[in-house]
C-alpha cells in the first residue's frame, strides 16, 4: 500500500473508534496522546474504557455507526473483532472520503498507523506502508534513545516567540537563518538543560542582534561528499546540506547525496573532468564569493574529502582574501572506501609500514612526472600506493614503476566506483598494467592500489586479468 506521510488535525471533532474491546482500548489511548477526546461506538466495554469514560476523555455512542456517525471525522478506526462489521464501517468511511482503518486488515484500510515517537509538541511517525511494522518499532524504540526528552519545551519556547520573530525579521532567508541559529546554537543547549528562563533571555537578544544584522556577511563550507554513497555522509555533512542557500557541486558526488539538501536550496553544477572544465576554478571561487557577500550560505560540494586532491587550498586561499568565513568538513575519500569494500588493510605491520596517495595526472592535466616522489625508495620499502584520476595514464604509472625498481609481480587492485552499486574491481599486476592498461576496461572515477597488500583476499568479487603465465605464478 503506498502511503503519504501528514499530520490530520483532532481538535474539531473527536476521532470514532469502532469497538469496545481491548484492541479498541488499545487505539483509544494511543489516539488520546494528541486527541482531547475520542468517540467509541460500542454496545459492550472493556474496564480500561469504562475508565476512560469516567474521566471524561472518551464518550460512548450508538454501537453500529452509520453515515450521520462516520461523516466529518478527521478518523476512524474499525477494531470490532468481526470481519463484516469491520467491513461495513470501513465501506462507510471511504465512500465518505473519511480515512478508515482495520487493525490487520490492510484491504480495509486508507491510511495505516505509524509507530509514534511523542515529545509533545514534536512528534515523529514512522511508517512502512504495512511492509514491516517490527522495523519501525524497532526504529522507533532508536529514536526514543536518541532524542532530548526535553525537545517539547524547545518547540513550546519557539511557539511562544514566533509573533515577534516575525514582526522584526523579515520572512524567507533571514528568517529562516535566526531559527537555525536558536536550534543549533544557545538558545538550544539552556533549553535542554532546563534552564528555560536563560533561553528565554538569549532568544530576546539574538531577536536583537538578527534585527541589526540582516545584511551580515554570509559563509562557505567545503564539504566531502564521499565516494558516492550517501550512507557514508558525515552527520555534520547532512546538517550542513540542509542550512545551504546554494550548493556547488562536483560530478563526483553520488546521486543520492543531494537529497539531503532543502527542497529550495539552488544547485549550481561545477564538475570537471580531465581536459574539460566546464567550469573554471577562478569562476567557482568568484560564485562563491559573490554569494556569500549577498548573504548566503554556500556550501561547495566535492566528492570524497575536500582536502585531497579537491583544489580546496586556493578556494580557501580566496575566500580568506575575501573576508569570507570558510568551514571544512571533512568527507570519507574514495582510497579508503575502496580499501573498505574490498576489506584491504592499506598498512599492515608485516608487509605495509606507509601509505602514500598520489595523483595519476598533474595539476595541469598532464601525464604525471612524479618528481616529487622517490620512488625507488618505495620500492625498497614495505609501501602502498594508492593513486588517483589514474585510469588514462595506468600503464605509463606502471611503467615508472617498474623503472624505479618495483618488482614486476607487485599485486594491483583497480577499484572503478567505489561504495557505488555500479562499483568494479580488478586484480592484475604492475607489468601486466605496463604491457597493456586497456585489458583493465575501467572507467572514471576509479583509484589504484600498488603494493602487497593488493594481494592479500579481498572481500566481494575481484576480476583477475593476468595473462602472462610467469606472473601469475608470482601473484599466485
Not at 546538517?239 to 537529497?259: E, F, H, M, S, T
Not at 571561487?285 to 556569500?292: C, G, T, V, Y
Not at 596517495?357 to 622517490?374: I, N, Q, R, T
Request: proline letters at 6%.
Amino acid at each position: 500500500m503506498r502511503t503519504f506521510p501528514i499530520f490530520v488535525n483532532v481538535d474539531r471533532k473527536p476521532p470514532l473508534v469502532v469497538g469496545g474491546g481491548e484492541l479498541a482500548a488499545i487505539k483509544a489511548r494511543l489516539l488520546l496522546k494528541r486527541a482531547p477526546s475520542v468517540d467509541i461506538a460500542a454496545d459492550a466495554i472493556v474496564p480500561e474504557i469504562s475508565a476512560l469514560v469516567a474521566e471524561g476523555r472518551v464518550i460512548v455512542v450508538s454501537p453500529l455507526p452509520g453515515v450521520d456517525q462516520v461523516r466529518g471525522r478527521p478518523l476512524v478506526i474499525s477494531a470490532t473483532g468481526d470481519d463484516e462489521e469491520d467491513a461495513r464501517v470501513s465501506a462507510i468511511a471511504r465512500a465518505l472520503g473519511v480515512p478508515v482503518n482495520v487493525p490487520d486488515r490492510p484491504a480495509l484500510c486508507s491510511f495505516s498507523m505509524p509507530a509514534i515517537v511523542d515529545r509533545g509538541e514534536v512528534t515523529i511517525a514512522i511508517g512502512t506502508s504495512g511492509a514491516a511494522p517490527v522495523l519501525a518499532q524497532r526504529l522507533r524504540a532508536w529514536l526514543e534513545r536518541e532524542l532530548h526528552p526535553r525537545l517539547d519545551s524547545l518547540a513550546r519556547l519557539a511557539g511562544d516567540f514566533r509573533d515577534a520573530v516575525a514582526e522584526k525579521l523579515p520572512a524567507g532567508r533571514v528568517r529562516r537563518k535566526f531559527w537555525e541559529g536558536v536550534f543549533a546554537g544557545g538558545v538550544a543547549d539552556a533549553v535542554l538543560a532546563g534552564e528555560e528562563g536563560e533561553a528565554r533571555r538569549l532568544i530576546g537578544e539574538a531577536i536583537e542582534a538578527a534585527a541589526e544584522g540582516r545584511s551580515a556577511t554570509g559563509r562557505v563550507l567545503l564539504v566531502g561528499a564521499g565516494p558516492g554513497d550517501p550512507e557514508l555522509l558525515t552527520l555534520k555533512a547532512v546538517r550542513a546540506l540542509k542550512a545551504a542557500d546554494v550548493i556547488l557541486y562536483d560530478r563526483l558526488v553520488g546521486p543520492g547525496v543531494l537529497d539531503h539538501a532543502r527542497r529550495e536550496v539552488e544547485l549550481i553544477p561545477v564538475g570537471k573532468a580531465k581536459g574539460d572544465h566546464s567550469v573554471p576554478q577562478g569562476k567557482i571561487q568568484e560564485l562563491m564569493i559573490e554569494r556569500a557577500r549577498a548573504g548566503q550560505t554556500v556550501l561547495r560540494l566535492k566528492g570524497g574529502d575536500p582536502l585531497v586532491f579537491g583544489r580546496a587550498g586556493e578556494e580557501i586561499a580566496a575566500l580568506r582574501q575575501a573576508g569570507i568565513e570558510v568551514e571544512i568538513v571533512p568527507g570519507i575519500t574514495a582510497g579508503l572506501a575502496a580499501a573498505a569494500s574490498l576489506q584491504l588493510p592499506l598498512t599492515h605491520r608485516d608487509i605495509s609500514h606507509s601509505v602514500t596517495f598520489v595523483s595519476g595526472h598533474e595539476a595541469s592535466g598532464e601525464e604525471p612526472s612524479f618528481a616529487h616522489l622517490d620512488l625507488a625508495a618505495l620500492a625498497r620499502g614495505e609501501n602502498t600506493l594508492l593513486v588517483y584520476m589514474g585510469v588514462s595514464t595506468a600503464g605509463l604509472i606502471a611503467g615508472r614503476l617498474l623503472d624505479a625498481g618495483w618488482k614486476p609481480e607487485t599485486p594491483v587492485v583497480a577499484v572503478e566506483n567505489a561504495s557505488r552499486d555500479t562499483e568494479r574491481r580488478v586484480a592484475t599486476t604492475i607489468a601486466e598494467l605496463a604491457a597493456d592498461p586497456s585489458r583493465l576496461g575501467l572507467t572514471s572515477p576509479a583509484v589504484l592500489i600498488f603494493g602487497a597488500v593488493a594481494g592479500l583476499p579481498a572481500a566481494g568479487i575481484v576480476e583477475d586479468v593476468l595473462s602472462l603465465p610467469e606472473v601469475r605464478r608470482a601473484y599466485a
